[in-house]
Nanobody
Framework: QVQVVESGGGSVQAGGSLRLSCAAS????????MGWFRQAPGKEREGVAT????????YYAGSVKDRFTISQDNAKNTVYLQMNSLKPEDTAMYYC????????????????????WGQGTQVTVSS
């Protein structure tokens, strides 16, 4: 059974940090592109970052580059998103997802290529 489970969300003040975790199971972790996405109320879901698990190659959206870091622990089939210098506009539900189709690269688009999605974890940043 495929599972993608996020954890680590919470409420912080602007300038603070949080680390999200995404535990994956039920598929060949080392051959997937793992991504973090977020959706704020009234807005479309947007891609945040990805990591190709086989080589550790990463990609970041411009809005989070230099503040967020995606990493992984292959032994635990777990992907992390370290979020620093958080801003109120980072407030959203954060989702982890996985895809095996990486012919066009491991990026957050198209979102429809991502096969497995978690239930999300809420991040709230207050000013």
């Amino acid at each position: 059974q495929v599972q993608v489970v996020e954890s680590g969300g919470g409420s912080v003040q602007a300038g603070g940090s949080l680390r999200l975790s995404c535990a994956a199971s039920g598929f060949t972790y080392s051959r997937h592109c793992m991504g973090w996405f977020r959706q704020a109320p009234g807005k479309e879901r947007e891609g945040v970052a990805t990591i190709y698990t086989g080589l550790g190659i990463t990609y970041y959206a411009g809005s989070v580059k230099d503040r967020f870091t995606i990493s992984q622990d292959n032994a635990k089939n777990t992907v992390y998103l370290q979020m620093n210098s958080l801003k109120p506009e980072d407030t959203a539900m954060y989702y982890c997802a996985a895809k095996s189709r990486i012919g066009g690269g491991c990026y957050t688009w198209p979102q429809t290529d991502f096969d497995y999605w978690g239930q999300g974890t809420q991040v709230t940043v207050s000013s």
